[in-house]
């Protein structure tokens, strides 16, 4: 099948813009009329046409990859460098993987590197910076320099923005503060969140707010978010049940610059979820034109695509253990743009989008321990959670066997079934009888153990591992380390690691872990991976028993009625958010222009701003009486004579020109591209090609013409 992004020459993840720009650049230099080649000319334009709609993009994604073997056999070929392939050799296994320690690479590659950079230093005849007995070149000291300092903070030293946003998550007295120049007010808002005044059991501490305010501005490099969906997990409950700020004064931790950050309490709480941005501070979006003279400066930093932050783009809360939790069990929720990743919208359900810490967490777990072929076996705890259920899905690709642990109440059954059905090889009842557990297990030897509960748990899972073997903790549930026996570090040779994805993205990059969610969306788009949880729809009624139930249901025994499954709050979904930010800009565009009062504002909310655009759209309609989608409280064209009036009113004049050459000053004739099924797609779309290039201000016209300012 033809590579339509190999014709264009861009990467699989690239905008329509860079399709249309690199359609631009290979149309003009092969047209015939230039003396190209007119079958290259006929591939450029097949490609362009598959490329440049969303639609016939994703259906061309899809046939491309089920042609290439499917989702699972992409991920087969990437995974483990290819060792999973079962097609690589007539055997089964890839031949030239070898199995290495955990680490990267081995002795013998460790001493061949140290000889290169030797030979390299002679060559050059450079005096080493560190001499201990032993030389090394400039540039091998200063990566040993760098590599020494992890752990102590990013790189020993600190820029503008690290003082600014991090001066006291980093153990520093004071940092800098921001100037009100790029702050950005807001109307009074409110929220509903959950909240503590007080550490504790969380059962005992958390309650719903239903009238929370929010501040009245975005301070520097702030993003007000409106959340979809949080999951609750067991981290958000610890953050909430005890101040990790006391390993501050403790050794190893009071030798870092990498503290725990202190949490101002009240507090909302929640750690992991998903959102649109609805409005940012001013440093924040795209540079200024003015800015670009500055780009090739030392120092300068000129954030790609992927790390612009506008209004309108899906956001997940980045892991990061150290910081005080982003608080996103709210209905809206303003959180440091650094602490976000900017994912595309509808990757993966919202669901899974909540719970996304838990497939990247089982894909690294596989991916970084063990060193897995197929034929080999696993053992896990806690298998009925989000993290296991994915565990045995990627195991089943891989062909590797899974034994699985869970609770043994009267729930079991059920639970087994369930996990059976995901493609477990074996389930079994997780409880202190050894003789009874070695027994179930029978000959199996599993090479990798993945603990989420530590404690007994944890001990129980390296008794059963091979000679060699290796026990991955991901977790501590019970919150005791697990007492492993002397006899089996000493001549069983097991080996204990601890796992933090945390860690791992700070190590990685955002850019790796958007990757990686690109990988598991793959798996999920073809119904390779899927995971099972509870919701919990918040606008619907959110009291205190339904939190209750919610952060206690991924713990609770099982009997025949009730189930064990984590938790996910439903705040809301991409319609009222897109409805909230339409109101939201008109109240900060009165702000700015002083036309009202900010005591007087109405107060704004997620569940007013809901029942306001139902209420608009149900009420709303066109100049021949049929609905227009999405319309609001008024009528564009009873409001503005001609787009002159409308763009001159939303301060975007500059705009003008672009709606006078393309004959589009009739407000009549945007109300009715908007009144089209998908109009106010194609009307986003179409302002994009008369070169309205942000995101905020297409949003800002697209939404007057609809009648929702």
């Known amino acids: 099948m033809e590579d339509h992004y190999a014709v264009l020459g861009v990467k699989k993840t690239a905008t329509t813009d860079d399709i249309r720009t690199a359609y631009k650049e290979k149309a003009m230099k092969n047209h015939p009329d230039r003396g190209g080649d007119v079958e290259v000319w006929q591939a450029i334009q097949k490609a362009f046409d598959a490329l440049s709609d969303l639609q016939r993009r994703a259906l061309y994604d899809r046939t491309k990859l089920d042609a290439e073997g499917g989702a699972e056999k992409q991920f087969q070929q990437r995974f483990g460098e290819g060792t999973f392939d079962l097609a690589q050799t007539s ?129 520097h490099g702030e993003v007000l978010v409106y959340m979809l969906a949080a999951c609750v997990t067991d981290e958000d409950l610890l953050r909430v049940q005890t101040p990790l700020t006391v390993l501050n004064d403790f050794p190893p931790f009071n030798r870092t610059n990498n503290k725990w950050e202190q949490i101002p309490l009240p507090a909302v709480a929640g750690v992991e979820g998903v959102g649109v941005i609805l409005a940012t501070a001013k440093n924040l979006g795209r540079p200024a034109p003015s800015e670009a003279q500055y780009a090739n400066l030392p120092g300068f930093h000129t954030p790609k695509e992927d790390e612009i932050l506008e209004v309108k783009d899906w956001v997940l809360m980045l892991p990061d253990a150290r910081l005080k939790p982003v608080g996103c069990w709210s209905t809206l929720c303003i959180a440091d743009g650094h602490r976000l990743l900017k994912v595309p919208p509808h990757l993966l359900p919202t669901q899974h989008y909540a719970c996304s810490r838990s497939l990247c967490t089982a894909y690294r777990l596989l991916e970084d321990y063990g060193n897995l072929r197929p034929g080999d076996t696993i053992i896990q705890n806690c298998s009925d959670l989000p993290t296991g259920q994915a565990i045995i899905q990627l195991c089943n690709m891989l062909k590797i066997r899974t034994i699985n642990l869970v609770t043994d109440d009267d729930g079991f059954e059920h639970s087994k079934e369930l996990l059976m059905q995901l493609g477990a090889t074996h389930v079994l009842r997780d409880n202190s009888k050894i003789s009874e557990f070695l027994d179930a297990l029978g000959a199996a030897m599993p090479r990798l153990a993945l603990d989420a509960l530590g404690g007994e748990a944890g001990k129980r899972l390296a008794i059963a591992l091979r000679p060699g073997g290796t026990l991955v903790i991901h977790q501590i549930q019970t919150g005791q380390v697990p007492q492993i026996s002397p006899s089996l570090l000493m001549y069983q040779q097991i080996s204990i690691f601890g796992f933090n994805l945390a860690q791992w993205t700070s190590e990685n990059g955002a850019e790796s872990y958007l990757q990686m969610l690109r990988t598991v969306a793959e798996l999920v788009a073809a119904d390779r991976l899927n995971i099972f949880t509870r919701t919990l729809d918040v606008a619907a009624g959110f009291d205190q028993s339904s939190l209750q139930l919610a952060i206690k249901s991924h713990r609770q025994s099982q009997d025949a009625k009730t189930f064990r499954e984590r938790t996910v709050l439903l705040f809301g979904d991409e319609a009222t958010a897109n409805d909230m930010y339409f109101e939201l800009a008109a109240q900060i565009r009165k702000l700015e222009s002083g036309d009202d009062d900010l005591e007087q504002m109405p107060t704004l909310s997620t569940s007013s701003a809901k029942a306001a655009a139902a209420a608009g759209r149900a009420t709303k309609g066109n100049a021949t009486g049929s609905p227009i989608p999405g319309a609001g409280s008024f009528r564009a064209s009873a409001r503005w004579p001609d787009a002159q009036a409308l763009l001159t009113e939303l301060k975007l004049e500059a705009y003008i020109p672009q709606f006078v050459e393309e004959e589009m000053t009739s407000i009549s004739l945007l109300e009715e591209i908007v009144g089209r099924a998908e109009g106010e797609r194609e009307l986003m779309e179409a302002l994009k090609e008369m070169g309205i290039k942000k995101m905020g201000h297409r949003q800002s016209i697209v939404g007057a013409v609809a009648g929702r300012l």
């Open 91 to 219: 055997s089964g296994v890839a031949e030239t993987a070898v199995r290495t320690k955990k680490g990267g690479l081995n002795i013998l590659q460790q001493m061949a590197e140290v000889r290169k950079d030797e030979e390299r230093m002679k060559a050059s005849n450079r005096t080493a910076v560190i001499q201990t007995g032993y030389e090394m070149s400039h540039s091998a000291g200063f990566d040993a320099w760098l590599r020494n300092r992890q752990g102590l903070g990013t790189t020993g030293a600190f820029n503008s923005e690290d003082l600014m946003r991090r001066g006291k998550a980093f153990g520093m007295e004071q940092g800098l503060e921001a100037t009100d120049s790029t702050s950005q007010p807001l109307p009074p808002l409110t929220a509903t969140a959950v909240r503590f005044d007080r550490y504790g059991p969380p059962e005992e501490v958390l309650y719903v707010d239903k009238e929370f305010p929010l501040p009245q501005k975005l301070a």
